[in-house]
């Protein structure tokens, strides 16, 4: 059982006074749901310009990791174009957000200068042709029994739920929730139904020798099955359950995006990268232990940053019929990452959880008012204040809870930034 006496605090002052004097500090963070809010249709997405201009002070202390993509019509840079007063600021100011996006595979640098480093030719042009399948597929679908949706309705719904990502092509089924979440039987079949055409994608990149180049990642999900394949999330009446249906690129995962971009901090210390120039996640482990003995083997302990993993999207659920209690979530990977990078390399690594549960997508929340609590009653266990997201038996421990949501982090964001700025001056 993990240890309740540590962590799970919802006191985001003492946090902000105790980054504000690390030294060496390093904050990789996703985005949907943590500096925006969660929404139905990606399109209506909106960053705060006070944000923008924030992560630009902090540049070299802070990357994104996400699965979402930085370009393309539904891409990040569109939103912080948006954001701003005049969009070309965004290149002339190195606006745009670095790090890694499509779950590592799609690097970006402050002045939106990408690459996809590992990533075949071939698999580009598959990847291509995924959006107009994703189409042709789910209007034949809906407009069938069960679901018969008036074929006008069903153009706009196909129109927000495909995501024509460039390496991460989606379905994202939130419009789709919204329309049968009184007809939970009938939501699972689409689900189950979608996860069918992602494994006859699967197969249709077998028969053109790219069988090994992807998978499909579930968000939120289950955790993984004993082949390593995420599980489903089935939906419920008053939770989506799996909303994202993405077409990723093996390696695409984001604990080991957290080591490619570690190596990326270490070249701008030090002009030298301990992985190699090459390193990209297609090549890297993917199990924590192996992940943990490449940073061990190639990072230098004296240069080693504080960490700091900011993610909403871990998830953890009780199987009714055998007690099985099942851990997913986009952002858990990563997140239990920088735990164990701290432990390994002694840093005080911290792991902060943003409840997004109050956007328009359904997710458990946090019992705020419990954790409160805590305070002044520390044998209080925090587990029934994180129900569907942690478990006494977890082996990820949530430093630090914001349950105030992305409108509370990006307040800390900023005046983090004002503070580190100062500091330099």
């Known amino acids: 059982m993990v240890d309740y006496q540590k962590g799970y605090s919802l006191d985001s002052i003492e946090l902000l006074?105790?980054?504000?004097a690390t030294?060496?500090?390093?904050?990789?963070?996703?985005?949907?749901?943590?500096?925006?809010?969660?929404?139905?249709d990606p399109l209506t997405r909106v960053i705060e310009r006070k944000y923008v201009a924030a992560a630009a002070h902090l540049a070299g202390r802070f990357y994104v990791l996400t699965n979402g993509e930085h370009i393309g019509r539904r891409g990040v840079n569109r939103i912080i174009?948006?954001?701003?007063?005049n969009p070309a600021q965004a290149l002339e100011h190195g606006l745009y957000l670095p790090g890694l996006a499509a779950g590592g595979v799609q690097l970006q640098?402050?002045?939106?200068?990408?690459?996809?480093?590992?990533?075949?030719?071939?698999?580009?042009?598959?990847?291509?042709?995924v959006p107009r399948k994703f189409t042709r597929f789910l209007r034949a679908l809906l407009v069938a029994e069960p679901y018969q949706l008036d074929g006008q309705l069903v153009d706009q719904l196909v129109a927000s739920a495909v995501l024509e990502n460039l390496v991460s092509p989606t379905l994202n089924i939130n419009v789709l929730f919204q329309h049968l979440k009184t007809q939970p039987d009938i939501y699972r079949r689409l689900q189950q139904e979608i996860a069918a055409f992602m494994a006859d994608l699967h197969a249709q990149a077998a028969e053109q020798g790219l069988g090994a180049s992807f998978f499909t990642h579930y968000a939120p999900n289950s955790g993984r099955d004993a082949q390593g394949h995420e599980r489903l999330k089935p939906g419920a009446e008053n939770n989506a359950g799996t909303t994202d249906f993405q077409f990723m690129l093996t390696g695409a995962i984001k604990e080991v995006g957290l080591l490619v971009l570690l190596n990326n901090y270490y070249f701008a210390q030090t002009g030298h990268y301990p992985l190699g120039h090459d390193f990209n996640a297609r090549q890297a482990p993917h199990a924590q232990a192996e992940l943990l003995k490449l940073a061990r083997a190639k990072f230098d302990p004296a240069l080693m940053p504080r960490i700091v993993g900011v993610g909403d999207t871990v998830s953890s659920s009780v199987q009714p019929d055998s007690a099985e209690v099942l851990r997913g979530g986009s952002d858990r990977g990563f997140l239990h990452l920088v735990q164990a990078l701290g432990e390994e390399f002694e840093r005080e690594n911290l792991v902060v959880y943003i409840d997004s549960s109050a956007g328009e997508v359904r997710r458990p929340g946090v019992d705020a008012e419990l954790l409160q609590r805590r305070k002044t009653e520390p044998t209080l266990a925090p587990w029934p204040a994180l129900e569907g997201i942690s478990d006494p038996a977890d082996p990820l421990r949530l430093d630090v809870i914001f349950s105030g949501g992305h409108q509370q982090y990006v307040e800390f964001f900023c005046e983090l930034a004002e503070r580190l700025t100062a500091s330099r001056q």
Not at 113 to 121: A, D, F, L, N, Q
């Open 17 to 20: 006074n105790s980054l504000a």
């Open 23 to 40: 030294e060496r500090l390093l904050i990789v963070q996703d985005l949907d749901g943590v500096c925006m809010g969660l929404v139905r």
């Open 81 to 85: 174009e948006r954001a701003l007063e």
């Open 109 to 129: 640098d402050r002045f939106a200068e990408v690459s996809h480093p590992g990533v075949s030719e071939a698999e580009l042009q598959f990847l291509q042709q």
